[in-house]
């Protein structure tokens, strides 16, 4: 079959790969129907996330129909529509027993690496590096879905194979941000970075009772589609001259009550602290530049949520974790728990007639990888999110 392959730091290519088999009982084997480039797979494709081999076949945000099964899955059947939850979980351990899907014990064969690193490891992921597992992922005509039992979801005829996509990571990503915010009513929430999370998170805040949502970017069109799901206020960062001064401004001086990073690790900016992160990172003396997550902290109101769906992966300099504590903030983080979010938002996309796909901005064949991989990450042709048809 054909796949996106990671080939390197900026190199990603098609190649002809052996097609998936049924390894365990609980797999099935999807052949995909539509698959999404990810700001995370970005990461990846940067060489800022370790742990990747040549030949990785990418991609963890993918839907398509059910070719075949193991004989422990009686839940699907073949020829059923399914979308993929990015996370594989096991559905039977401590973690996913408490719903907390992306925390699964059992789904990461290279558990070790992590617990090395962090402690402890999360879920195995789709497409995600040999820290995540090296699974295959989805940017590819076929893949092996394990715990299949566990986490795909049937579509009605009403999602479209576009928006069931959106469903494997961005959409309830973005739901989750803001449901980590609390919102109470009357709730200024303001989100940083307007791609796929940051445009859900604020269609999510307005569902969820913000009275107003202040979306922050440095890219005009992102900033129009942030109108279109529900911003109330844009901000061109690179116009303004002092961002937090506008924050307060905007909030009778008392800050955001929320305030969500949708940008995470490899955040761009112009003041000092961007330029000390750029080249902490250039030179490997640093992980992250937690640029975003250093204002978010600086600008939210005492008492209030910073809430973190960006992807952070390492240690992150200069956080001001004085100003954090100083302020009574609540930071809540993590990957999305995904497995909890896709019915419910099914039923909500019905039921508020909201098109997710409205974000879409770029289509092609798997054969086209290479090129939208550049156009998504040099964010050149209004690139906003990037789907893939096998
Ligand atoms: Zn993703
Ligand atoms: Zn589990």
Same mark, same amino acid.
């Given at each position: 079959?054909?796949a996106?392959?990671? $080939?390197?730091?900026?190199?990603?290519?098609?190649?002809?790969?052996?097609?998936?088999k049924?390894?365990?009982?609980?797999?099935?084997?999807?052949?995909?129907?539509?698959?999404?480039?990810?700001?995370?797979? =970005?990461?990846?494709?940067?060489?800022?996330?370790?742990?990747?081999?040549r030949?990785?076949?990418?991609?963890?945000?993918?839907?398509?129909?059910?070719?075949?099964?193991?004989?422990?899955?009686?839940?699907?059947?073949?020829?059923?529509?399914?979308?993929?939850?990015?996370?594989?979980? $096991?559905?039977?351990?401590?973690?996913?027993?408490?719903?907390?899907?992306?925390l699964?014990?059992? !789904?990461?064969?290279?558990?070790?690496? =992590?617990?090395k690193?962090?402690?402890? !490891?999360?879920?195995?992921?789709?497409?995600?590096?040999?820290?995540?597992?090296?699974?295959?992922?989805?940017?590819?005509?076929?893949?092996?879905?394990?715990?299949?039992?566990?986490?795909?979801?049937?579509?009605?005829?009403?999602?479209?194979?576009?928006?069931?996509?959106?469903?494997?990571d961005v959409?309830?990503?973005?739901?989750?941000?803001?449901?980590? $915010?609390?919102?109470?009513?009357?709730?200024?929430?303001?989100?940083?970075?307007?791609?796929?999370?940051?445009?859900?998170?604020?269609? !999510?805040?307005?569902?969820?009772?913000?009275?107003?949502?202040?979306?922050?970017?440095r890219?005009?069109?992102?900033?129009?589609?942030?109108?279109?799901?529900?911003?109330?206020?844009?901000?061109?960062?690179?116009?303004?001259?002092?961002?937090?001064?506008?924050?307060?401004?905007?909030?009778?001086?008392?800050g955001?009550?929320?305030?969500?990073?949708?940008v995470?690790?490899?955040?761009?900016?112009t003041?000092?602290?961007?330029?000390?992160?750029?080249?902490?990172f250039?030179?490997?003396?640093?992980?992250?530049?937690?640029?975003?997550?250093?204002?978010?902290?600086?600008? $939210?109101?005492?008492?209030?949520?910073?809430?973190?769906?960006?992807v952070?992966?390492?240690?992150?300099?200069?956080?001001?974790?004085g100003?954090?504590?100083?302020?009574?903030?609540?930071?809540?983080?993590?990957?999305?728990?995904?497995?909890?979010?896709?019915?419910?938002?099914?039923?909500?996309?019905?039921?508020?007639?909201?098109?997710?796909?409205?974000?879409?901005?770029h289509?092609?064949?798997?054969?086209?990888?290479?090129? =939208?991989?550049?156009?998504?990450?040099?964010?050149?042709?209004?690139?906003?999110?990037?789907? =893939?048809?096998?």
């Open positions: 079959m054909k996106v392959c990671w $080939c390197g730091k900026g190199n990603v290519r098609v190649e002809e790969v052996p097609d998936p049924i390894l365990n009982p609980r797999d099935a084997i999807i052949r995909v129907r539509a698959t999404a480039i990810c700001g995370s797979d =970005l990461h990846l494709y940067g060489g800022a996330i370790p742990g990747m081999q030949g990785d076949i990418l991609g963890h945000e993918f839907m398509g129909d059910v070719v075949e099964v193991g004989p422990n899955v009686e839940n699907l059947k073949v020829g059923q529509r399914v979308v993929v939850p990015f996370a594989i979980a $096991c559905g039977k351990c401590f973690f996913c027993s408490r719903q907390l899907w992306s699964c014990d059992n !789904s990461n064969p290279n558990a070790s690496t =992590l617990r690193l962090y402690g402890q !490891s999360g879920a195995g992921l789709f497409g995600y590096s040999h820290l995540y597992g090296g699974y295959a992922g989805g940017q590819a005509e076929y893949v092996r879905v394990p715990f299949a039992d566990v986490g795909p979801v049937p579509l009605p005829e009403s999602i479209g194979d576009e928006q069931a996509a959106l469903l494997a959409f309830p990503t973005g739901f989750m941000a803001a449901e980590n $915010c609390q919102i109470q009513p009357g709730d200024v929430v303001a989100v940083w970075g307007c791609g796929p999370v940051g445009l859900f998170a604020i269609k !999510s805040a307005s569902w969820l009772g913000a009275e107003r949502v202040i979306a922050i970017d890219f005009e069109e992102r900033l129009e589609l942030a109108r279109r799901v529900g911003a109330s206020e844009t901000i061109n960062y690179e116009n303004e001259n002092d961002l937090q001064e506008r924050l307060k401004e905007s909030t009778g001086g008392r955001p009550d929320a305030c969500i990073d949708a995470g690790m490899e955040a761009h900016g003041s000092l602290d961007a330029w000390y992160d750029r080249i902490k250039a030179t490997y003396l640093a992980t992250d530049r937690p640029l975003v997550l250093r204002q978010a902290i600086h600008a $939210c109101r005492k008492g209030g949520t910073v809430s973190i769906p960006g952070y992966g390492g240690f992150l300099d200069k956080m001001p974790f100003a954090a504590f100083a302020k009574g903030l609540r930071l809540t983080m993590g990957q999305t728990h995904v497995h909890r979010y896709i019915r419910p938002l099914i039923d909500r996309i019905e039921r508020e007639k909201f098109d997710p796909a409205v974000i879409v901005s289509r092609g064949g798997l054969d086209d990888a290479p090129d =939208l991989y550049q156009v998504f990450r040099d964010k050149t042709d209004d690139c906003t999110k990037v789907i =893939l048809r096998p």
